[in-house]
């Protein structure tokens, strides 16, 4: 079957910001110690840090890098996590069991964000920690000196501030596995005293409000309330399911939620009269569905990286909204990232992730798709009634395009979930000039495969006709297509 693409050059969503190919690392089973962080390892450098985890992460460009929780945060005493490592405490870990040793703590984090090229995000405890807490915390990161905190990180060796600008106000706050979870109006009342406060101490601060998942009674109370306070406001997908359709058009429902969140967030910002309402932030999504313990050694199979690419799609498509979205997780832990002692390799969900980054830069535009299309499976509809209901149908092919930021290239990202070989005829308004450089993902059909480095990657140069590009894409595949515009 054909599907027919066309990329408006002129038709802007907005400027693509590369926080959505943003990462999470959390303290939780071998994410941290044993992934990126293995002191004594001879794949490690002097500061503890795989050099093999930091290759492919850098390979990532990783843009933003949010820590320490996740749950885990609700119960992290920041303070515990600096000076002298063989005097720092180790304290027993509510969120996934065990102690947390404490030997990786805030100057270790702005070290490997440094080392990585990203800005930090620091989560906040708003479970078992206090305003206080997080006042010192925001102070050791962002006043030069000449105060105690400030003077704490100088004695330890790092003069200058870090300059941490974004910070969340907690993590998940609403839910019952959460320490210290509270009412929507507990959190109202408490994130409004923290972002008050946080704000008097480092004036270019950015916040982000804990959201859920953009459509719940927590998201359409919270959302208004914090509106005037915070920059961005944060929600978390996680989907997964073993049957291939359910599985790929489950992250669409990231669009149901940015679409609910536009409304909740720009009726928020006419009503108190702010000049911009807050964006939102996907700081913590995934394909997960397979583990809940034994530190979420998610093994994924080749179809996830197809719903991964999906839901990159959407954060391109949604980019005027969606400011910053997280990988949960980078390394080992639901992550695209497998240490072993002696390598690091990639999972599947690793390379729509990679492509995405080389290939979108510049401006999100518009493109319209003109195929076959399908309806969400009656098992994705039992699984969540209310939230899938009415989506769909989608289309076999699910995309997003961009134009470089030179105005000379424009770039496009396809999922075909089809199980057949489907024909694509690409166009773009004002015309394609040039051959079309063609890279594909594929596992030869196989989508349920699991090998760390099964997936076959191609390249090809393809010839344009007339200004327009006609391509047989494999079944189950993922491509990048990057094409010279006409003048
Ligand atoms: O990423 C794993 C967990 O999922 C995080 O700790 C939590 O925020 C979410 O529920």
Known sequence: MTTKVTVNPRRAIGPLGKRVYGGFVEHLGRCIYGGLYEPGSALSDERGFRTDVLDLLRDLRVPVLRWPGGNFVSNYHWADGIGPVQERPSRPELAWGGAEPN?????????????????????????????????????????????????????????????????????EMYGDWQTGSMSAEEYIAEATRWARALRALSPGARFVACGESGWSEWDLKVAPALASLVELYSV?????????????????????????????????????????????????????????GGGLEERYAFQDALAVGTYLNIFVRNCD??????????????????????????????????????????????????????????????????????????????????????????????????????????????????PVEVTTLTAGGRTELADVEGVVTTRSSERTVEGRLELDLPASSFSLLRAPLAG
């Open 236 to 292: 978390h997908i996680y989907t997964g399911s073993e049957d291939y359709w359910s599985n790929l058009l489950a992250p669409h429902m990231a669009e149901r939620a940015i679409g609910i969140l536009k409304g909740v967030l720009s009726q928020a910002a006419y009503a108190q009269g702010l000049s911009r309402p807050p964006r939102i932030a996907y700081d913590e999504w995934n394909v997960w569905f397979r583990t809940n």
């Open 321 to 434: 909204w969606v400011e910053m979205a997280n990988l949960a997780q980078m390394v080992n832990a639901i992550a695209p990232i497998v240490t072993t002692p002696t390598a690091a390799v990639r999972q599947p969900i690793y390379h729509p992730l990679l492509l995405h980054v080389q290939g979108h830069e510049g401006t999100a535009v518009d493109c319209f798709v003109d195929g076959p299309t399908v309806e969400a499976p009656e098992e994705l509809r039992t699984r969540w009634p209310h939230r899938v209901r009415d989506l769909g149908p989608f289309g076999l092919l699910d995309c997003a395009s961009t134009v470089s930021s030179d105005g000379s290239h424009m770039a496009l990202t396809v999922v075909n979930r089809s199980s057949s070989q489907e024909r694509v005829v690409l166009d773009a308004i004002g015309g394609i000039e040039g």
């Open 103 to 171: 030997t990786f703590g805030t100057d270790e984090f702005i070290a490997y964000c440094r080392a990585l090229g990203a800005e930090p995000y620091i989560c906040l405890n708003m479970g078992t920690g206090t305003l206080e807490e997080a006042l010192n915390w925001v102070e050791y990161c962002n006043v030069p000196g000449g105060t105690t905190w400030s003077e704490r990180r100088r004695e330890g060796g790092h003069p200058e501030p870090y300059g941490v600008e974004w910070w969340g106000l907690g993590n």
